[in-house]
């Protein structure tokens, strides 16, 4: 069965060739050229990977995301951000965007992210298939690979694709320090320009969620001047 692609793309000449060569390369894909169809698209069918742009007419990108993750729907997102808006890169991945794509991009370059992502979210449910236990760190934490929930002191805890992954390869690794590069290569699976921008993004949402005080993590630390690790059970 082919994979599933919502592309979100106000400009329809764009849409039009992002939808013909991921076609060509195997995929059924669906276009919306607004964030309001973008989002009631997202929202009655599921897709398998989402690429949105932040600018659109009615609502925009960003507040697409924020609804979408709102309401449950955490499909991987795949943010497509003009060059020069830093901020909003930044604000796409706190609104739970699973990475980001700076426009002008060649075609090659998101056949190549798309076929990542793919490729990540495969191997994930392998593994997680082979997974026999959830892991537990006490009454802290639970991480069930199968379901993909996430327990905190108790109390299920919503999460999105990439957090969950995230989360899940430092609880397989307690007390290892990771790079902030090799993060993004283990659970991304590629490595971009500006990889920093979604792993901290993605660590201070995580925070929020599963610390008792964001301010002092207990479990996810930072070791300065390196990256962070896991580290409860080490």
């Known amino acids: ?41 997202a929202q009655t069918t599921p897709f398998e990977l989402i690429l949105l742009d932040i600018m659109l007419p009615g609502l925009d990108g960003l507040e697409v995301c924020r609804q979408l993750r709102k309401g449950n729907v955490y499909t991987p997102v795949l943010m497509l951000t003009a060059k020069s808006s830093e901020i909003d890169k930044v604000l796409g991945l706190e609104m739970g965007a699973d990475d980001y794509l700076t426009k002008p991009f060649s075609v090659a370059e998101l056949l ?18 082979g997974a026999q236990q959830p892991l537990k760190f006490g009454d802290a934490l639970q991480l069930d690979p199968r379901s993909r929930e996430v327990r905190v002191r108790g109390e299920l805890v919503p999460v999105t694709h990439k957090e969950f992954d995230l989360l899940l390869h430092f609880a397989q690794n307690p007390g290892r320090v990771f790079t902030r590069a090799q993060l993004h290569d283990a659970v991304w699976g590629y490595s971009h320009e500006g990889h920093e921008h979604a792993i901290n993004c993605h660590i201070n949402r995580l925070r929020a969620k599963i610390e008792r005080d964001q301010a002092r993590p207990e479990m996810l630390q930072t070791v300065w001047g390196v990256g962070y690790k896991f580290a409860i059970g080490a």
């Open 112 to 129: 190549a992210r798309v076929k990542a992502t793919f490729r990540r979210v495969d191997a994930l449910a392998a593994q997680s298939r």
């Open 1 to 41: 069965m082919n994979r599933t692609v919502l592309i979100v793309e106000d400009e329809v000449e764009l849409g039009r060739v992002l939808k013909r060569h991921l076609e060509d390369a195997g995929y059924r894909v669906q276009l919306a050229v607004s964030g309001d169809e973008g989002l009631h698209a």
